[in-house]
């Protein structure tokens, strides 16, 4: 069992995950193109130990084309497991959304903008901060996570489109 510290700072983790893919270089087509399941493998830096490594799934769901996406998301290392739901909106360049990860029982929002398929994002949490740096290039995403004070202080995952 998990306590309620090691679960506030989980869900940083999670939060930042919320943001994996959602990279539009033309709003309507990206988040588009981004419906389907996502994979990948990673690492997490606790503040408090090594870097372990993390496995991800992603599944999108495009619920205003060009808009706005839903997505569920499962990640486990051999320590851990985070199961997150997140509802994303785009505006022009604006990113806002919320997020919450049931494990944990964690939830908060994201804010951030997307310019020239580029995401650099905040997530906040009643106990979690973390910028997040984002970048798809056709069937591939980087992930980047920095959470300084956090007990996730780092994640960064490749991920890949699986094929339908």
Known sequence: MHSNSLASRIGVGAACLALVGITPVCAAAALDDLAGTWS???LMKPSDGPREKVRCKVAYDVTKPGRSLTLALRCASDAYKMVLSANIEQDGTELSGNWF???YRQGGKVYGTNKDGLIEARIEGNTVAAL???QTKGNHQSFLMDAPGCWVSE???ELNKEAK
Do not use: F, K, M
Request: hydrophobic share 35%; charged share 15%.
């Open 40 to 42: 990948g493998n990673g």
């Open 101 to 103: 990860e049931s494990e």
């Open 132 to 134: 997040v740096t984002i």
């Open 155 to 157: 994640v960064s995952i």
